[in-house]
């Protein structure tokens, strides 16, 4: 018996002892917090065409918001280059990011845009920690998903309209256009996808209690699916009607009192937003490219336009093609990847 346990003492030892020493691999040479970022490649300058107003001039000046975090960095640095390269006014364009660690990442965009016009906003994840309730993939629960629901909040009150974006997508048309879109009364503009199965977004015990379900009633139209990944928001309007308290009032009824869906930050939009969302042409977002939530299985567009994909889903066109698995559809990111991979580009860097 005593020889067993000691074995068992030696042999968690050496775990810990391993442990230990993974750990220090992971944070040596960093802020201690999060792993390494990756390294990019730099991307060329953008200059405006002509018939662009001044950059620099607010009334010519082009929103955007995207998040940044180390998992997906790779994916917003594609999704950036990406719509400057189709802009007709690229340096007109000016980039809010929200990050938990912004210091940071601010170097390696700029490092990669050295020309971006960009402002960084610290996310606080406190802030959403209490209020995630886990849902059915452990990607949509990370709390940075959560910041586009702060952005009217932590966006100086001279922005008045953002168009949001999420990190696993590629604009492939000149974003201006998406972004002068006629909102009228309405706080949000987004492709709307009304033959999509809305009762399936929320749970059983959603639509058999009245007091939850009522919530559509008055909207003013049938309330469809709509993808919170592109968004065009009047933030003016939102801050208006307090959106923010109301999104987080419908987190913390799933939270709290009663499990209403299934998916992360999306139903709260839905809840609030469905059946009031200024539709968008749905070319400015053919979603689902990750495949489904579960199995992440392929994708093909829709039918019509494209000016935005979007690798919503399971799969991220990144990692099928590090994998040498990629769907079909991956190879329409690959050209907007600016990752800078280890034994090609380092090696020249060092030569
Ligand atoms: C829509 O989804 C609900 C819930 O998952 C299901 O019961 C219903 O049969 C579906 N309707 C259609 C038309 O597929």
């Not at 559509?216 to 959106?243: K, T």
Request: a positive charge.
């Amino acid at each position: 018996m005593a020889g067993e346990t000691t074995g068992f003492r030696l042999r968690l030892l050496l775990l810990l002892l391993l442990a230990l020493s993974t750990a220090a691999v992971v944070v040596s040479g960093v802020g201690a917090e999060e792993e390494a970022a990756p390294a990019f490649r730099e991307a060329p300058a953008f200059r405006n065409g002509r018939g662009c107003a001044a950059s620099g001039d607010p009334a010519g000046a082009i929103h955007i918001a995207m998040t940044l975090d180390t998992t997906y960095l790779r994916g917003s640095v594609a999704g950036v280059l990406s719509v400057l390269q189709h802009a007709s006014c690229p340096e007109n364009i000016v980039f809010h990011f929200l990050a938990s660690s912004p210091r940071r990442l601010r170097t390696v965009v700029l490092a990669t845009f050295p020309y971006l016009s960009l402002r960084m906003y610290r996310f606080d994840t406190a802030l959403v920690r209490g209020k995630i309730s886990s849902s059915v993939r452990r990607a949509l629960d990370q709390p940075l998903n959560y910041a586009r629901i702060y952005l009217a909040d932590l966006l100086p009150r001279e922005v008045r309209r953002i168009l949001y974006l999420d990190s696993d997508l590629i604009v492939v048309d000149d974003v201006a256009k998406l972004w002068g879109i006629e909102l009228g009364s309405h706080v949000l503009g987004a492709p709307e996808y009304c033959h999509a199965n809305f009762t399936a977004y929320f749970t059983d015990r959603f639509w058999s209690d009245p007091a939850f379900s009522k919530v559509f009633e008055g909207r003013r139209r049938r309330p469809c699916y709509f993808n919170s990944g592109v968004m065009v928001i009047d933030l003016e309007r939102w801050r208006a009607g307090r959106y923010t308290g109301r999104l987080e009032e419908w987190m913390r009824v799933q939270k709290r009192r009663a499990r209403i869906y299934e998916l992360g930050s999306l139903p709260p939009f839905l809840l609030v937003f469905a059946g009031d969302v200024k539709p968008v042409e749905h070319r400015w977002n053919q979603h689902g490219l990750g495949g489904d939530n579960l199995e992440g299985l392929c994708r093909d567009l829709h039918p019509g336009p494209v000016s935005l994909l979007h690798w919503s889903g399971k799969g991220k066109p990144w990692l099928r093609l590090d994998a040498h698995r990629p769907c079909p559809l991956d190879s329409l990111w690959a050209p907007y990847d600016l990752l800078r991979r280890r034994g090609s580009d380092d090696l020249l860097a060092i030569s």
